[in-house]
Structure formats: structure tokens, C-alpha cells
């Protein structure tokens, strides 16, 4: 699971750097937040095996993530 929350957030970096560098960051906006809301849903499980209370923010913050991501499209 680590690997995985460390691929989604250097995805996610990579996306909103090419996006500011190229300029066109509506076209790459989507793929950037869905990537994020992955990686927060990644997150969410990792924090709900340990038992912590922050997994239930990570979920909610994915859904809203992933919302407004497919909104977007």
C-alpha cells in the first residue's frame, strides 16, 4: 500500500507540474484530482486497518475528490 500512495502522489505532482509548465491545466485537471482522490482512498485504508478515526476524513475527502473530478469531465 505505501508503494502505491507514493506512485499516486508522484502522479499526482507530475500531472499539476506539466499542467502549469504547458499551460493548459483545465485538460490535465481531471486526471491530477483523480488521481489524488485514489490516493486519498489509498490512504483511508491504510489509516482504518490501524483503527485511527482519521480514515472516515480520508473517505470523505475522496469521495468529494472524486466528485468533483467526474463533474469536471
Same mark, same amino acid.
Given at each position: 500500500?505505501? +508503494?502505491?500512495? +507514493?506512485?499516486?502522489? *508522484? ?9 502549469? *509548465?504547458?499551460?493548459n491545466?483545465?485538460t ?13 482512498i ?12 482519521n480514515?472516515?476524513?480520508y473517505?470523505?475527502?475522496s469521495?468529494? $475528490?472524486?466528485? $468533483?473530478? +467526474?463533474? +469536471?469531465?
Open positions: 500500500m505505501k +508503494i502505491l500512495r +507514493i506512485i499516486l502522489t *508522484i502522479m499526482a505532482i507530475a500531472l499539476s507540474g506539466y499542467g502549469l *509548465i504547458t499551460g491545466i483545465g490535465i485537471m481531471p486526471y491530477m484530482l483523480l488521481s489524488m482522490g485514489l490516493m486519498f489509498v490512504m483511508g485504508i491504510t489509516e482504518f486497518r490501524k483503527r485511527k478515526a480514515a472516515f476524513n473517505f470523505l475527502g469521495a468529494f $475528490v472524486l466528485f $468533483v473530478a +467526474i463533474y +469536471i469531465l
